[in-house]
């Protein structure tokens, strides 16, 4: 059906590049336009109503529609609409929202800086480590490891961290100069035959130990990992992964990153993702559900001996030029500590474990058996179901088969809103409040779905 010559869709199409999209094929199909949000649920312009099965993009963990951080903006704009931290100013909502990060961090941190993304928290983190290991007289340590399928972002240094070949193909990031990736760790494809998570996990420490001594471990200065990858199809690390990575980059004097811009506040069944696999990060970034993401903002948390080289740093320039206009703003400050009160009383943690627990079970009922579904995987409130070619072999599909968009846009058609990542993944994040009724309504629309896709 065309639409009408004013509609939504023909505005967009006229007027709005879009962020992740291929261009030429949203002039012809256009967007799916959302107008409204009720709990878990939105609704488009023609007034249907899906099920948001990845909280937007993994983020609107209180759902779309909550009061209470509506009415904590509102106060804030009436009392103080904006106020910046240069040359040290404050204000009420920064200095609380870092207290109370400082207050819940999963190991001892020292100071809190505020940007608005995830994007450029990572950006933030990487000048910092570079500043710091410049203020500890090691000016050579400098490279950073992220991950093949490591999502980061897409800034300049954030996108040369992230390790998927769409934020990198045409983009001329500086890729090989200061920025190396190391493998994935997903057992499922990467594993030997017979090889079980704790010797597949070895073996990736082995390759992070050969990497750094090969590039000298005087220039490797920092370790970057969200603790379960998100956007590179939910990969969850094999047993004692973490644990044996911590050990190399302990040798050789690498901080670690952790990126729990996903996996933060409760996702993966702890309040970080760093609880649940046993991370000791030095510095940890966080976003998204930081604000339930009603308003933008991300926090970079660092511990004292990277704090205390900045502080030296700055003490023998004179400042630390390095700063937004809006870090810390205080509106979306305001929204992210009543975010953090409301984690609180509704227990986020135990809610997203019980959730999450019934979720994971009830995919794995559902689809493991299912001849297009190759593995189920997850933990806590986030999974992916990868769809294959060849169970057997684990064979992906060819992409130019588009088979997890074509699933995508059935769900769609069921009432349910998800994603479809790399080897057609496809993910389920919803949001944190999602109960367990709503989590088996979301899996059978699902069902129907995939029963359609041929
Ligand atoms: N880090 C992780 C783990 C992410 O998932 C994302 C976004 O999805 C980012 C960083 C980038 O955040 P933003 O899109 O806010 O720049």
Redesign the pocket.
């Known amino acids: 059906m065309t639409p009408p010559r004013n509609s939504n869709a023909v505005r967009d199409i006229a007027n709005v590049l879009h962020p992740y999209t291929d261009h030429r094929a949203h002039a012809v199909n256009g967007p799916l336009v959302i107008s409204r949000g009720e709990g878990v649920r939105v609704f488009d312009d023609q007034g249907k109503e899906y099920i948001e099965a990845m909280a937007g ?2 983020c609107a963990s209180l759902g779309f529609d909550n009061k209470r951080l509506v009415d904590a903006a509102y106060r804030q704009m009436q009392k103080l609409p904006f106020y910046h931290g240069f040359t040290a100013k404050s204000h009420e909502p920064m200095i609380d929202l870092a207290e109370m990060l400082i207050e819940r961090a999963p190991v001892p941190m020292s100071k809190v800086f505020f940007a608005n ?4 928290a ?1 950006d933030t983190a990487v000048k910092m480590i570079w500043y710091a290991n410049n203020a500890m007289g090691r000016p050579d340590k400098k490279k950073i490891i992220g991950r093949l399928k490591g ?4 800034t300049i240094a ?1 996108g040369s961290i992230t390790g998927l070949p769409a934020n990198h193909k045409m983009f001329d990031l500086p890729v090989s100069d200061r920025f190396i990736h190391v493998s994935t760790p997903h057992h499922y494809h990467g594993a030997n035959p017979g090889e079980s998570e704790e010797d597949f996990a070895t073996r990736l420490a082995e390759e992070l130990d050969q990497v750094i001594q090969r590039e000298g471990p005087e220039t490797v200065a920092a370790f970057f990992a ?1 603790p379960a990858m ?2 590179g199809g939910v990969i969850v690390p094999p047993a004692t992964y973490f644990e044996k990575v911590q050990a190399v980059l302990k040798k050789h004097d690498v901080l670690f990153v952790a ?1 729990e ?2 996996c933060g506040f409760g996702r993966t069944g702890s309040y970080w993702g760093s609880q649940t696999f046993g991370i000791t990060p030095d510095i940890l ?1 966080c ?2 559900a930081l604000s339930a993401s009603f308003l933008p903002i ?1 926090a970079v948390m660092v511990n004292d001996r990277v704090f205390q080289a900045l502080a030296d740093g700055s003490a023998t320039i004179g400042t630390w030029g390095h700063g937004f206009t809006y870090s810390g703003h205080p509106v979306p400050a305001a929204v992210a500590v009543e975010t953090l009160k409301i984690y609180d009383e509704m227990d986020i943690v135990g809610h997203a474990k019980r959730v999450g627990g019934h979720m994971q079970k009830t995919l794995r009922a559902r689809f493991a058996d299912h001849p297009l579904v190759g593995e189920i995987r997850g933990i806590g409130l986030v999974a992916a179901m990868e769809l294959v070619a060849d169970k057997a072999t684990h064979r992906n599909f060819d992409p130019g088969a588009k088979v997890g968009p074509r699933l995508a846009k059935l769900a769609e058609g069921e009432g349910v809103i998800m994603r479809a990542m790399v080897n057609d993944s496809m993910g389920f994040s919803p949001p944190l409040i999602i109960t367990e009724a709503e989590v088996d309504e979301m899996i059978a629309r699902v069902g129907r779905a995939l029963d359609a896709l041929t």
């Open positions: 993009l993994w993304s995830g994007s450029e990572n999502y980061h972002g897409i954030s969200e998100g956007a990126d811009v996903i970034v976003a998204k991300s």
